[in-house]
């Protein structure tokens, strides 16, 4: 069976701090991966994505991520973090075919302490 | 460049109605899919549209239907509200060619079923 899981419900980090947010996948074959961050009462924003190649991504607000094949894990990370960064963070997992549906994992809740 | 419309922001239905939803895709893009994202919850595939026609289905009743228009546009429509219908209700709209531009997501509509 597919599914996403995100091991941490919350996240508690101090402003400056490193960040690291895990995503673990089960998929019947390489998925695309993607990484989203949503503010309360917000929609998605899409923080990066991975397709193929280089296994480190690097995405938007400073973020990146690194694929590991043998872990079926996509896990996110920040080196120092900001106050704007507390939110809601989702790992999805899609299919390399044309009409994909992403699968979500169920969040990651961070906050950000001064 | 305006990203994913959805209106409208937030709604108040009544156990039993009815309610339509509303999404209008990113400029350029032709594909829109819904998702249903309930409280402390990740984001789940309801459909997909793509030229007129529903591509691919979530594991959700009949109660769930939509449409999409020749502009791409698309509605969401639910029949028979239930109180677990309450949720934000997201469209993310792509490219229905060319999957490596990823989903951009609206900000969602707020339905609550009292």
């Known amino acids: 069976a597919q599914s996403v899981t995100q091991p941490d419900i919350h996240i508690t980090v101090s402003e400056g701090a490193s960040l690291e947010l895990r995503c673990n996948y089960s998929y019947g074959a390489t998925p695309y991966l993607f990484w989203y961050v949503q503010s309360p009462g917000q929609g998605l924003q899409l923080l990066l994505k991975?397709?193929?190649?280089?296994?480190l991504v690097q995405g938007i607000k400073g973020f990146e991520a690194e694929f590991k094949r043998s872990q079926s894990s996509f896990n996110l990370r920040k080196p120092s973090v900001h106050w704007s960064d507390a939110a809601e963070y989702f790992c999805a997992v899609g299919p390399m075919i044309r009409w994909g549906k992403l699968q979500f994992g169920a969040g990651t809740q961070v906050v950000v302490t001064p | 460049d305006a990203g994913v419309t959805q209106s409208p922001t937030h709604l108040i239905k009544t156990r039993g109605q009815q309610v339509t939803l509303r999404c209008s895709p990113k400029?350029?893009?032709?594909?829109v899919s819904w998702y249903q994202q309930a409280l402390g919850q990740g984001p789940q595939f309801i459909f997909q549209y793509y030229e007129e026609e529903e591509r691919q289905r979530g594991n959700f009743p009949d109660r769930f239907s939509g449409h999409q228009f020749p502009n791409y546009s698309s509605e969401l429509n639910v029949n028979a509200l239930l109180l677990g219908d309450s949720a934000l209700y997201l469209c993310?709209?792509?490219?229905?060619?060319?999957?490596?531009?990823?989903?951009?997501f609206g900000s969602g509509t707020r339905l609550t079923v009292v």
């Open positions: 993310a709209s792509s490219r229905g060619i060319d999957f490596n531009y990823g989903y951009t």
């Open positions: 991975y397709f193929s190649g280089d296994t």
């Open positions: 400029s350029g893009h032709d594909t």
